[in-house]
């Protein structure tokens, strides 16, 4: 929570920007093919709500967790706006066992958290365990920046696809 309540007030005052906004739309896009009405989803760390909302009115089941008095406030409002129904529920990663108990979901989602987290394995470690069998774990997270000049390997797929990309900086999620 405290690597990224420095800058909660960036990130609220960005909301509505191209750049979050592809990056909502990527991630609606990558979700649609796998969601259905009456699944049970889990978003952890879902600050303002943007899918857990989209999730909910494709009749999805959301429940949301957050720590952010002020991010689960806008998700309550939006949601309310948009008249879906939501859990939400005040807290970290760190508590699930005490906000959740055994609960498990079809879909669990973190979107934008793992970076803010010292020990991400044993996050997704977390977030895993949470998933019912045979369901989905979504998980995006921004990249450090990387140096101009830095070469990443591609493995050869097809004739005329480049083994290597020059440039490449960072993930758009
Ligand atoms: C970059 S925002 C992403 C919000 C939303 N998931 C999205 O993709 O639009 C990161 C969110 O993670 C929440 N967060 C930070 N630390 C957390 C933690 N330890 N456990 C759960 N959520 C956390 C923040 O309050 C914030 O809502």
Not at 28 to 45: F, Y
Not at 90 to 99: E, F, N, S, V
Request: overall charge positive.
């Amino acid at each position: 929570m405290a690597a990224f309540a420095a800058g909660e007030h960036l990130w609220v005052k960005r909301l509505g920007n191209l750049r979050n906004t592809i990056r909502q739309e990527v991630i609606r896009r990558q979700l649609a093919g796998h969601v259905a009405g009456g699944m049970t989803v889990l978003d952890v760390g879902c600050g303002q709500g943007t899918q857990a909302i989209r999730l909910a009115q494709l009749g999805c089941v959301v429940t949301g967790i957050e720590p952010s008095d002020t991010l689960r406030a806008l998700c309550a409002e939006s949601a309310a706006d948009q008249r879906v129904g939501i859990e939400l529920i005040a807290g970290t990663i760190d508590h699930m066992d005490d906000l959740l108990g055994d609960r498990r979901f079809d879909l669990v989602c973190a979107h934008g958290l793992l970076m803010y987290l010292p020990d991400r394995s044993a996050a997704i470690s977390t977030l895993a365990g949470r998933v019912q069998r045979g369901g989905l774990l979504s998980v995006t997270w921004t990249l450090p920046p990387m140096r101009t000049s830095t070469r990443c390997s591609m493995p050869r797929t097809a004739p005329g696809v480049p083994t290597r990309i020059a440039g490449w900086r960072r993930s758009c999620t």
